[in-house]
């Protein structure tokens, strides 16, 4: 018989093999007997700030990436907002005799109210934006020609452009032509890109141009100053996105500067506006008080602020705390780093908005898109810089920060637009997807190996 296989001991490295010659034959172990390949050296991991730099590339290169950046920052503005309202707004409130929270309460409703008119627009398709523009465009002509009659519109701080619906309850109509400017005149100018038509110049301005002065009129009819220079931004913005050339856009820009610059010059008020333009004294009659008082405010705020609630300035010092110079109250109170806080924000909130605007190839989306980040950010801008004291006082309140039902309410629909519209790009419709429970466990079911009944 051939003599019988012995094992090797715990000690050996393979197995050992008696041959029918009687002479011990070693097999060397499966990992020898493999070929070793040749070992290459690992490039040297770059932990400096170019690999930094990279990895921040590819984060803002995803698909997804402005469409969280849009609620987002949305999110966190209107929350920050509640809470310097509710803050801002407590000494006012005493000082009417009214309960502390009482702005608050409205803003807060205001803000729910907002939240479902934003998920009602990030849902509903471009399609129907469209639909919407003309009925929206046609309701705030006439609730802006309604502020106009005695009677029914109402004065507050001296401008007529306001409608009381009853109790506490009041609209303000030209909040909303901003958003139906935005619509109408995408639509407008999607249509016309569509025929080619916006290569000739009268195609391009008419009707566009004629709609938006009369927007423009009805709100001046009132004295709004502040929400005249928001509207003249848009009609800028949207002809820039068109592609307006050089000299017929600084035509109409400086059609528009004069016809500013004669309202200002004619209007004592607005005078005294813009010579508080850096003012540091309070002026021999007081005219820059509120520019003053904002100025205080940063500056006893330091880096991190006073505390909420801790503001001295809101005791009767600084007047509107809680709508057009809120964002000095946060100053005073959340210092510089919450102030740069709110300007990254709405840094990110614009950034979003272009990249969206600027990664579609539907003509109504990039003109609607670029419609709202101009309001947004013009918006801000003008508000930020009356307070700093670099701009005159419009006004204007802060976007989705300040107090205001009537402005809160459009903003917060026109962030639905940018969300609705960044859902809609190819690359994130798919990633979107893919992040669905149901599409993701389908596609991990249909991924896996199936295995035998017995195996573990």
């Not at 205080?296 to 009767?316: C, D, I, N, R, T």
Request: proline share 7%.
């Amino acid at each position: 018989m051939p003599a019988m296989p012995a094992l090797a001991g715990p000690g050996s490295a393979g197995l050992v093999l008696r041959s029918r010659a009687g002479g011990a034959v070693r097999r060397p172990p499966a990992a020898r007997r493999t070929a070793r390949r040749p070992s290459t050296p690992r490039p040297p991991r770059d932990r400096g700030p170019r690999r930094l730099y990279e990895q921040a590339r590819r984060a803002w290169d995803r698909p997804l990436t402005a469409y969280y950046l849009i609620l987002g920052s949305s999110l966190l503005i209107t929350v920050l907002g509640l809470v310097m309202v509710y803050s801002a707004s407590m000494i006012k409130a005493l000082e009417l005799s009214l309960p502390a929270s009482y702005f608050f309460r409205k803003q807060f409703l205001a803000a729910a109210l907002g939240t479902g008119l934003l998920l009602i627009a990030s849902r509903m398709p471009a399609k129907l934006h469209r639909a919407l523009s003309y009925p929206l465009l046609m309701g705030a002509i006439f609730l802006m020609v309604l502020v106009q009659i005695p009677g029914i519109g109402h004065a507050v701080n001296g401008n007529q452009n306001w409608i009381y619906l009853g109790g506490p309850f009041q609209l303000q109509p030209s909040e909303f032509g901003k958003l139906a400017l935005i619509l109408w005149g995408a639509d407008l100018l999607a249509r016309k890109q569509d025929k080619r038509l916006l290569t000739q110049w009268k195609h391009m301005l008419v009707p566009l141009v004629p709609v938006a002065f009369l927007l423009l009129g009805l709100i001046m009819l009132g004295g709004d100053m502040g929400t005249a220079i928001i509207l003249t931004a848009i009609l800028f913005g949207l002809l820039w996105l068109a592609g307006a050339p050089t000299r017929l856009f600084a035509g109409v820009l400086g059609i528009a500067g004069l016809v500013g610059f004669m309202l200002i010059k004619t209007n004592e008020n607005r005078m005294s506006r813009l010579s508080c333009i850096g003012a540091i004294d309070l002026g021999p009659k007081g005219e820059c008080w509120q520019a003053v008082h904002g100025i205080y405010a940063l500056a006893s705020g330091g880096w991190f602020g006073s505390g909420l609630g801790a503001s001295v300035e809101k005791w009767g010092q600084l007047p509107e705390p809680h709508t057009d110079f809120i964002f000095a109250i946060a100053g005073e109170e959340l210092g510089l780093a919450g102030t740069l806080s709110v300007l990254a924000l709405f840094a990110a909130l614009g950034y979003a908005g272009i990249r969206v605007a600027g990664r579609t190839e539907d003509p109504f989306v990039r003109y609607a898109a670029g419609g709202v980040t101009t309001w947004i950010t013009a918006q801000a801008v003008v508000n930020i810089g009356a307070v700093l004291g670099l701009l005159p006082i419009a006004g204007v309140p802060l976007p989705l920060f300040s107090y205001g039902g009537s402005a809160l309410l459009p903003t917060m629909f026109a962030v639905g637009l940018l969300i609705a519209f960044a859902r809609e790009d190819p690359a994130a419709k798919a990633a979107l997807a893919v992040r669905r429970p149901g599409v993701r466990w389908k596609t991990m079911r249909r991924s896996g190996k199936k295995r035998p009944s017995g195996e573990r």
